[in-house]
Each structure stands twice: as C-alpha cells, then as structure tokens.
C-alpha cells in the first residue's frame, strides 16, 4: 500500500508572492528638500492668489460662523435665503453703528497725537541729557588738534511722495468692493452650504467617509461659533474693564478705548502692542506728568494679563487653545502675505482647522502641533 506523505510545512513559495511582497512595501518617503520645496510653492500660491483667496477664505469663515443661527432661524419657519441675508444685514447694521459712534471722539483724539508726540520727545531727551553731555564732551575731545577743515556738504532734493492717509485713501475704494464681495459670498455660502455638503457627501466613496465629512463640518460649525462668540464676550470684558480703569484714571472718552481694547484683541500678542502704544500717547496728551502719562499703558497690561492669562484659559478651555508659537507665526505669515485681513483672520483660521483635525484621525499629529499644552 502506497504511503501517504502529510503536507509539507514548507511549501513552494507561490509565484505571486513576491509581487505582493513587493506591494507591500511602503511608499518611499519625501526628502527634507522635496519637502521645503513643497512649502515654498504652498507659500508661493497663497502670496499670488490673495486677490482671490481672500475673499473666498473670509466669506467661508463668516458663513461657518452664522450657519449655526442660519439653520435656526430657519427651523422657525424662516426661509434659508432671507434668514441668511437678514443675519449678514444684522452685522452691518451693528458695525456701521458701531463705526459711526467712535468717529467722532477718534477723530478729536488724532487731532490731539501731534501734541503728544511732543510730549513724548521732551521726555525722552529729558532722560537723554546726561548721555548727550557726556557724547559731547568727547566730541570736544576728539577734535582738539583735528582738522578743521569744512566737509564738503551736497544738498539732496527729494521729490515728495504721497503720505500714509494719501495711500490709505487710495486704497479704500478697493477695501470697499472686497468687503461687498466677502458679504456677497458669505450670503451665497450660507444659502446653499449644505446642497454642497450633500453633494460632497454623495461623492465619497465609502460610508465612514460620508460620515466623516459630515461630522467634520457641523463640529466646526457648531463649535467655531461656539469659540467666535466666546471670544467676543471675553473681549467684551475686556473692553468693558479697561473703560472703567480709565474713567477712574481721568482719561477722557474711556469708553472708546475700551471699545478699540476689545477690538484689538481678536489679533493676539499684535493687539497688546497695538494698544499699548495708543494708550501712551492717549496717557501723554492726558496727563502731564511721566508717571500719570505711562499709568494709562500700565493699566491696560495688567488687565490683558488676567484676561490672556487667568480668564479665557478658564472660559475657553485648553482643548481650543492654539499654541502661542504657532499663532505668531501665522500672524506673521499670513499678515506678510495678506496684510490687515491676514492678520484678522489667522486666529479663526487656526481655531478651524484644529477642530477639523481633531475630529479626522489621519489629521491628529496636525492637531497635536496646533494645540496648546500646557507646560509642567
């Protein structure tokens, strides 16, 4: 009877292995100069196509902000189209209200700067004296046994170029049609946002992607809101106790310094500079004495040390904070690239993309760069 030999533990390898083997393989990865290469033309792009990303970027922010009222408004009964055009007509009542208010005593206020400036200048050669008796006694020095033979001297006639307000004023004309295009697509994205959510939603391929997406773009809406309003309400605050430490002070108009505090405050770190080197000047046009002049600034940093510091921390939450090293450069970056609106809108941007990563897990390193921890 013929032997049955049992299978080999050892089989020939099938033909086909190898080429799965080899598919196997991972994807070879980029260099570090593949990679710099990539950024530069990333960096390339945005800078050209500001014209076009801007408004496109801005009205996408706006509309991810106002979609959460959109839809509610539009569960009472409202239709999608008037509820998303009365919402954005609300905000430029409440700006242009708000502009028109704080014309008149910013207006009075600038006319007051040239005063102060010279404040500013006599205390600092004030302070500056010891150090220029000093520089010249050793200019006298110096020239003892020096030639004195006159420098040839060549007068250099310039011709005069357009000052900052000429150039401002050119530009407004500009400013004004963007920000009608940014209403105009803000209005557009509002009333048709979801259609081309559920055409996005159609065009991926599996289910849990489907699902992705949808998560993904109703949690930035909801808490991109959530965060906007938040934020307004702190600086809100803010604006409120800067205005009450002034009044007390004996600053004039303290509530149009506390409203242009929390305005400022929406650019991080850019604003506290900003502020801080208004309320100098509004302190020397003030008050006459040094000491009284530079308590207005000093009021204002402590306040925005308790608000950046203690308050939002607490209101906000870590989980929503952006690490400050990534937020100054994104100031810098796109406030390079894109000027005052850059600078606006680098905060939400951020805020926006580290909510979609932290709910896609392919994107969860990026979240964990972004976000903010807290050091032991």
């Given at each position: 009877m013929p032997s049955i030999e049992p299978p080999s533990e050892n089989p020939l390898p099938d033909p086909a292995a190898p080429e799965s083997a080899e598919a196997a393989q991972p994807l070879p990865q980029a260099s570090p100069a593949a990679r710099l290469l990539v950024i530069l033309a990333v960096l390339y792009t945005l800078y050209f196509t500001a014209p076009i990303l801007v408004p496109l970027l801005s009205a996408l922010l706006l509309s991810?902000?106002?979609?959460?009222?959109?839809?509610?408004?539009?569960?009472?009964?409202?239709?999608?189209?008037?509820?998303?055009?009365?919402?954005v007509l609300t905000i430029i009542v409440l700006t242009a209200v708000l502009i028109i208010s704080l014309g008149g005593p910013a207006k009075a206020w600038i006319a007051k700067t040239p005063q102060a400036i010279t404040r500013i200048e006599r205390v600092i050669q004030e302070y500056r004296k010891p150090f220029a008796a000093a520089s010249k006694a050793s200019d006298r020095i110096s020239d003892i046994g020096g030639d004195k033979t006159p420098a040839d001297k060549t007068q250099i006639v310039r011709s005069?170029?357009?000052?900052?307000?000429?150039?401002?004023?050119?530009?407004?004309?500009?400013?004004?049609?963007?920000?009608?295009?940014?209403?105009?697509?803000?209005?557009?994205?509002?009333?048709?946002?979801d259609s081309v959510l559920r055409k996005l939603v159609r065009l991926a391929p599996q289910l849990r992607i489907k699902k992705d997406i949808v998560d993904a773009t109703r949690s930035a809406q909801r808490e991109l809101s959530r965060y906007i309003l938040t934020v307004t309400l702190v600086n809100l605050a803010l604006g409120g106790a800067v205005a009450l430490a002034l009044w007390l002070l004996g600053v004039e108009q303290p509530l149009l310094w506390g409203a242009i505090a929390a305005m400022v405050n929406y650019a991080p770190y850019l604003g506290l500079a900003i502020m801080v080197g208004v309320l100098t000047v509004v302190g020397f046009v003030q008050f006459d004495t040094p000491g009284m002049a530079l308590s207005v600034p000093g009021a204002y940093i402590v306040l925005n040390l308790i608000e950046s510091e203690i308050i939002t921390p607490l209101v906000v939450g870590r989980s929503m904070q952006i690490d400050p090293l990534v937020v100054i450069l994104s100031l810098l970056i796109l406030g390079w690239m894109w000027g005052l609106v850059?600078?606006?809108?680098?905060?939400?941007?951020l805020t926006c993309f580290k909510i979609i990563a932290d709910k896609l897990p392919g994107l969860a390193p990026v979240a964990q760069l972004i976000g903010h921890e807290k050091s032991s």
């Open positions: 991810l902000m106002l979609a959460p009222v959109v839809r509610g408004l539009n569960t009472l009964g409202l239709p999608r189209s008037l509820a998303a055009a009365s919402t005069p170029e357009p000052g900052a307000l000429g150039q401002w004023l050119s530009e407004v004309p500009m400013g004004v049609l963007n920000t009608i295009g940014v209403l105009f697509l803000t209005v557009l994205f509002l009333t048709h946002g850059g600078i606006l809108i680098a905060v939400p941007v």
